[in-house]
């Protein structure tokens, strides 16, 4: 089985199991979407600063690898055309289950963001890229496939892993790997995923996550970092995400 394929099976069980990260907003959530009072998240803990999205009204925007009826239904609510796109199947359910319950239009499209993506080129205003790409062993590919798509003008919200969890032993106590983690080519490291019921995840370097998107046409126009959320490099206040708005030009 393909690694994408691994990893979809195994979201589509983390959801099952009450993953934090699969949850749909409620319907109190969503009126105050509506009302103007709302926040999302690229990265663990710290909301996306609202002057980043500009008037969402009228735009279109691209959920990337973004199921689970969280940030979607958000920007429905504010007024944006959204298409979601994942590789899973129980969080596009999420996406679905929202959309019915509170009356709004969105196309779901299930795909694998490792191959070129269904949608015309210039095709959306906005593409929202949450924390993701870890799961993917070429990030590349994807920054130039969010060129493509996007129209001139457009922006680019992305989340990203800085690698450091890789680096560390469960108990985030120690260092255990060498870098790159690709367990495709480590055995290794793949036991240690399994051990940890984690999926097929890959470390990027920040060449691979910010020189990318330069190398695909972006200009970066800002950034911020993030923690884990909870565990001991938490605690340290260690960054280990990075949040990124990038710029099609026009």
Known sequence: ???QDINAKTIDRWVR????????????TFLRARAGDWSVVLTPTKPVPREWFGDLRGERVLGL??????QMPIFAAAGAVCTVLDYS??????ERKVA????????IVRADMTKPLPFADG???????????????????????????????GYLLSGTDHFVNYLVDEDEERIVNRLPFDPLEDPAQMAQLQRDDCGVQFSHTLEEQINGQ?????????????????????????PTFLAMRSRKAL
Not at 17 to 28: A, K, L, N, T, V
Not at 65 to 70: K, M, N, R
């Open 214 to 238: 330069l190398e695909a046409g972006f200009t970066l126009l800002a950034l911020y970092e993030d923690t884990n959320g909870q565990g001991r490099l938490h605690d340290l206040n260690v």
């Open 100 to 107: 019915e319950r509170e009356g709004y239009g969105i196309e």
């Open 65 to 70: 690898a973004s199921g689970g009826g969280q």
């Open 1 to 3: 089985m393909a690694y």
């Open 89 to 94: 199947e129980e969080q596009l359910k999420a």
């Open 123 to 153: 095709a959306f205003d906005l593409v929202f890229h949450p924390v993701s790409n870890c799961y993917v062993r070429e990030v590349k590919p994807i920054w130039r496939e969010c060129f493509r798509v996007l129209k001139p003008g």
């Open 17 to 28: 199991e009450g993953w934090e990260w699969g949850q749909p907003i409620d319907h109190e």
